[in-house]
């Protein structure tokens, strides 16, 4: 008797009576000798859910955008951000809290680190987009975020040392062409003077935070997905906690308003939940690397939002800094299949 070696690979197996799912499964058939039987059915599955996934989240995270323009005069912003993880943890803790409970030995172990990616991640960047809103548009704020990825893949380089390709790394430029262009007005003069709009420049620095939460993603605990969102959402609400009693303290505070309540609800239902989810779900498909170049999606859909909701008006530099950002898609992820 002749066996030979075969590869299959789909969303759930079952080997010596054990289910595995998406990982590439070896297996003995018998067969003739000068035949190799190789399966590779569903072995795009992965990737493809995470796309959707990651399509998903940018949308949410587009809308985001406009949304804090929206909270403008309608609610302060650290209140926002109190109100937003407080009511995500609430909406968590209601369809977690039994997995939460279960995954609780492990999580504790990592607690060290979700509660630091909850801070950054979540609270630090928060304050800083919705800080951002008051001093720069929806439109600028949705392309800024597209240099998310450049940060993404340094930081993937620095932390695990995995490769950045020659596309990648044109990418990269174009990106930060395309980010430039929009901080700059369309006017590459202001570059040269440092003239920049208080807004753009934090919400730089937010991308910064964001970019060192998704490379930390990766040493997450495998645990469920819920579980370790309720861990980040309970660290993000209570590191918030101090920036809207200095918010408070110095007179800032404004409740939300009729208006500012139904965006609260619309910040903590799509850029904080749904999304969330959807991201950590994409990069444990793909990694943070390739999961990071989606976020060049957001300035579209950010820039549809503002111009629909808004009313913002749309510029030429608009148009080449969106063609610029979404090259970055181009040139670092349809590439050749990795093996």
Known sequence: MT?????????LFKVN??????????????GHPSVTVQFSMGAHSPAVRAYVFLTGTSLCWGINAVLAQMAVDEVSPMLLV?????????????????????????????????????????TVFNALFYLAAHTTTALNIGIIQGATPMFILLGALLAYRTEITRRQIAGILVTMVGVCLVVSLGEWQRLLSLRFQQGDLLMIIACLFHAGYTVAVRQMPKVS???VFTVLAAAAFVTSLPLGLMEYAQGNMQWPTVKGSGVVLLVILLPSFLAQLFYIRGIALIGPGRSGIFVNLIPVFAAFFAIVFLQETFEMYHAIALLLVLGGIGLSEFRKTEK
């Open 82 to 122: 109190n109100l937003r993880w407080v009511g995500t943890l609430a909406l968590l803790l209601a369809v977690s809290l039994k997995s939460t409970c279960r995954d609780w030995p492990i999580l504790k172990e990592n607690l060290r680190l979700l509660c630091l990616m909850g801070a950054l991640g979540f």
């Open 17 to 30: 009576n054990r289910c595995v799912e998406n990982s590439p499964i070896r297996f003995i058939r018998q």
């Open 3 to 11: 066996v030979t070696a075969g590869c299959y690979t789909g969303p």
């Open 225 to 227: 997905p819920l579980s």
